[in-house]
Every structure is written in structure tokens, then in C-alpha cells.
């Protein structure tokens, strides 16, 4: 933000509503360990990405409303990133490239924005992690659905975790395609196997 607005106290101010919106005590997986991940994996292909600050700003903002009870949080997100993006004064294009790039983490289907693949393919990453990480990231997504019980939390979540099955390929960029794709499915199986059994 610095390098878009001389405005210091305005620039403090939008941080402080990203980290604070990521810290909140329910964030189990939705926080800024999440931001990290995806940061870390962005960096691995960030000669490859065209717009590397509007990307950076999906980044962001993709998850800062996250309610457990909401079906819209993608695109009050993506409302709240073209609020705060105009206040910084950036151009119609770029926000609405932000826009489209948050909205694209809802269904994660393949677009033919290169950008927004990456995106996606960073936001779904630990799917495609060891067993263990990948554990912990269902324990911490159950824990942020807490609010539901475990026969219908468990039937909403394999009706998810079909449907990142259902995609071929899951990732939609070659880079963690072939990084990630096979650790990926064997993950997703053996949870909807677990699942099915509690």
C-alpha cells in the first residue's frame, strides 16, 4: 500500500483491519498463517505472474470476511477489497481484476486469467501437503465450523471434498499440477473415507 498512497495513516489503517479480520479468535484456518501459505507459494511462481500487485491484494483481502453461517463471503470480500482499493485511489481495472480473482476462490474453476489460476492453485495448496499438515488443516476447518453438528458439518464437507475430486485437474496450473494434484486425491479419499466412518 505504501507504494500506491503517500496517505501513512491511511495505509496503517487498512493493515490494521486485514490483520485484525485474520486474527480473530475463531480463525482456526482462515488467518494469517493461511496468508503466509499463500504467500510462500505465490513467491515460487512470482516470475510467471503478470499483475503481481493486484494479485497481491486478492491475496489479502480473498478471505477477510469469513462467517461460518454465510454463503456470500467471496463476494462481501470481494466487495471490501474494491471499497479499500478505492480509497487508495487504484485504477477501475485493477480492482476489478481483485474482484474477479476473489470471486474465482469460490468455485475455483478454471479461468482464462493466468493470474487467477495461480490464485486458486495457492488457495488449495494443502490439500496437496503431507498427511500430517493435512490433518491439522481439517481439524482447524472443523474447529471454524464448530457451530454445526458432526452429522451435517460431515455431509457438507464430503460434498466438498467431491467436488475438488470432480475437478480434473484439481490445480489448474501445470506448475502445481504435477507438485500437487496425486498428493492431493489420495488426501481428499482417505478424508471422505474417515468422514464416512464417524
Request: glycine share 2%.
Amino acid at each position: 500500500m505504501a507504494q500506491l498512497t503517500s496517505d501513512v495513516a491511511l495505509t496503517a489503517k487498512l493493515w490494521t483491519e486485514i490483520e485484525g479480520n485474520y486474527s480473530q479468535k475463531d480463525r482456526h484456518y482462515h488467518n494469517l498463517q493461511h496468508l503466509s501459505s499463500l504467500l510462500q507459494c505465490l513467491f515460487s511462481v512470482k516470475d510467471k505472474i503478470q499483475d503481481w500487485t493486484t494479485l497481491l491484494f486478492s491475496v489479502y483481502y480473498h478471505d477477510i470476511i469469513h462467517d461460518p453461517e454465510s454463503a456470500e463471503n467471496e463476494e462481501r470480500s470481494a466487495e471490501l477489497a474494491a471499497q479499500r482499493m478505492n480509497q487508495i485511489g487504484m485504477s477501475t481495472e485493477m480492482i476489478k481484476g481483485c474482484t474477479d480473482q476473489i470471486m474465482a476462490t469460490k468455485s475455483h474453476q478454471s479461468t482464462q486469467d493466468r493470474d487467477t489460476n495461480y490464485l486458486m492453485d495457492a488457495d488449495l495448496s494443502i490439500l496437496g501437503q503431507s498427511w500430517d499438515r493435512y490433518s491439522e488443516y481439517c481439524q482447524n476447518i472443523r474447529k471454524e465450523y464448530a457451530i454445526y453438528p458432526s452429522a451435517l458439518y460431515n455431509a457438507g464437507r464430503k460434498k466438498t471434498l467431491r467436488h475438488f475430486l470432480a475437478m480434473k485437474p484439481i490445480f489448474k496450473t501445470d506448475f502445481f499440477s504435477r507438485k500437487l494434484d496425486q498428493q492431493a486425491r489420495e488426501n481428499i479419499r482417505k478424508e471422505i473415507d474417515i468422514l464416512t466412518r464417524m
